[in-house]
């Protein structure tokens, strides 16, 4: 019934976009706002690495790691409320992974560290976002 898959869309579609804005809107109300929560600048370039095909890594995202980019438990002590990103690679590859830690792509670069936000900010600080 093509009319009916047609006026399914009409109304979905509108629906599905209220709910996607509904949704997005709780996870953003229900999201930790508090300073304390956001990472600190490890680095304002990223750290390139040889990832080993399915081997998993933690990557640091509170920023206070020693071992950058990979956590080393510090955020347990300096940063409760952030825990490490786990993740494997698919293949074996040379990749950049994020030192700034705003990165919108993490565990890896996707330039945010050229933000002027990232680049007048100090080292180990909490830059103003
Ligand atoms: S180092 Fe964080 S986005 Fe590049």
């Known amino acids: 019934m093509p009319g009916l898959q047609k006026a ?8 599905g976009s209220f709910c996607r804005f509904f949704f997005y809107q709780i996870r953003s109300c229900s999201a930790p706002s508090a300073s304390s929560v956001r990472p600190v600048i490890a680095a304002k370039e990223p750290f390139p690495v040889d990832l080993i095909a399915e081997k998993r890594y933690a990557w640091c995202a509170c920023g206070h790691s020693q071992k950058q980019p990979f956590c080393d438990g510090t955020h347990k002590k300096n940063a409760p409320e952030m825990s490490s990103l786990k993740f494997t690679a698919g293949e074996s590859k040379k990749a950049w992974l994020c030192g700034c830690k705003y990165t919108k792509n993490p565990p890896y670069c996707d330039g945010t560290h050229k933000e002027d936000f990232v680049q007048k900010a100090d ?3 909490q830059p103003q976002v």
Do not use: D, K, W, Y
């Not at 399914?8 to 629906?15: D, H």
């Open 8 to 15: 399914r869309g009409l109304v979905t579609s509108p629906l």
């Open 123 to 125: 080292l180990h600080s």
